[in-house]
């Protein structure tokens, strides 16, 4: 069994290809597989990543070596705990949303299930190939192959969508080729690829201004990518018109993994003493700030549901890369380092890819898209309503939720590192958030339909939605309470602290 | 003088990869038309292909095949990573392009249109 487990990097990447594969065989068959098909493979790759994260914890990283090449010529897959710990929430988001994509694909693109289950185990792919890959190459193409299969899900609606995949596709290519042109100029100074050689190489060259110019290429390149304020103008119209799982996979996941790149390659292949010598995360912690404001606003000014969500979405990033940007100067036990940042990427990835699926939900029963049509729907889908409350209080930061906790550790780092301004910018984004989702709530449950039958016909009727439909949806929410008593039990924080101590970002008592 | 030719003429690769890095840049963001937009996006990432090919080259270097007896007469060669890194980077352009130019196909059969701001307009009739 420990042998075996050696192995499971490169599965859980094979058997995603594979079945992408199987699935478009077999759909020609018949109709009825490529759900099952799909879902079977993200569960045995959901057990496979609990299985790594276990063997991480107790035994310590996995190396692989592709082909049984050397690491600094060969690729090399290497999961340590941060991997494994983004590894297990992206599956798990994974497995929910292609349960829930079943009865709602086949209610909203009924001609095109085959080849959507397809991309969306090319999705997998690509999402699990970012993160266990130890190669900055091979990054690169796995980026690419998650956003290619990305840009193809969200135009699969056709209409506007295919102009919002558009755009992302432009702008994401550019990302992508920022870094690109950044992994270039690393090339060209040390001659390798693998992080771990880097890591060793790079040191002596921190005063390099071409190494420089390669960090600040990864960031702009990875900042469009993870959709970061100023460059996130392709992400509300992309979450907006995508089918609701991919909404859910889009901003739960796919741009969280492109924060764990970047977190790989400042920490990692960088290091902290490199992020010390220039002001960089000063300058990311103001932009996140302005990010987070802005998001907020803007959410409140949105009329449609998904793109008020989409734009929350943008705020949230900015409460991730805050929580970056301050992990080198908070030390302290329990809000020390990454732990902030990693936290609230995984309460990100359960609130809103509950909301989402929520919004879906909406979508796939009545057709609604905007916020004001939501009335009465509180009487008529009382446990989708319940879940989406949950989820949005949440956001909203109503302890123990998981929104709660992260905020409560990114204003105890703020206070940490003498940057009083973030904690009054957490306090407003809270009370802007309570603004944009109390209306949602407000017209789910106070507001009437028109005409007073309506509303006593509407009363009578309930109208949920299929079951495996509303469990995906029940259990995120549910998570999002246990989630955050866990974190508030410290139970889960240790994991977080062995990659604090594996970057140096923690205070050795 | 001494300074351009410095700069300029001994490094003209990475000049050349520039200039052509801000041609496309200019097409994708300024280039009403979706398919010269992708033309620029073909063109930026040719840039970076050019320069990361021009990394590999190695003065009087020949063909990357090892042989013993070459090694011996002195022979050197170019160094082959950048040319296998950039043949996956070609892939991953040409499925780019690839999805984009199918994209811009099924916005003409929804649309009647490849410009830019006819689409958006014509989409928010539609709402």
New interface residues.
Partial sequence: MQTAIQHFPVLIVAISLVSAISILVAGWTNKKTPPFISITTVLAQFVASILILNHVLTKGPIHYWLGGWKPPWGIEYVVDVLNAYVLVILLFLGLTCAVYSKRSIEHELPQKTVSFYALYQLLITGLCGVTVTGDIFNMYVFIEIMSLSAYALIGSRGKIALKASFTYLVLGSIGACFFLLGIGFLYSVTGSLNMHDLSILLPPLYGNKMVRAAFVLFIVGLSVKMAFFPLHTWLPDAHAFAPSEISAMLSGIIIEVCTYAFIRLAFSVFSVNFLTLLPIFDILCWVAGIAIIMGSLLAMTQFNLKRMLAYSSVANMGYIMLAVGLSTSAKNFPWCGLTPALMHMLNHALMKGCLFLVAGAFIYKADLWNIAELRGLGRRMPYTCAAFVIAAISMIGVPPSVGFVSKLYIIFASLEAKKFAFVAILLVSSLLNLVYFWRVIETMYMKREEGEEHAHASMNSRDEIPLSMLIPVLGLASLCMVMGVLWLAGITIPILNKVNAMFGLMVVR | MEWFIEEVFAKYNYWISIILMLIG?YA?IAKDN?IK?IIG?NI??TA?FL??IS?GVVKGGTAPIVDEEMVSKGYVYVNP??HV?IL??IV?AV??TA??LS??I??YE?YGTIQEEE??EK?RV?G
């Fill in positions: 840049f994708m979706l937009k996006l930026f990432q970076i320069f990361f990394l990573l950048p890194l996956t980077a991953v499925s780019t999805v984009a994209l811009i099924r916005m929804e689409i958006i989409s539609k």
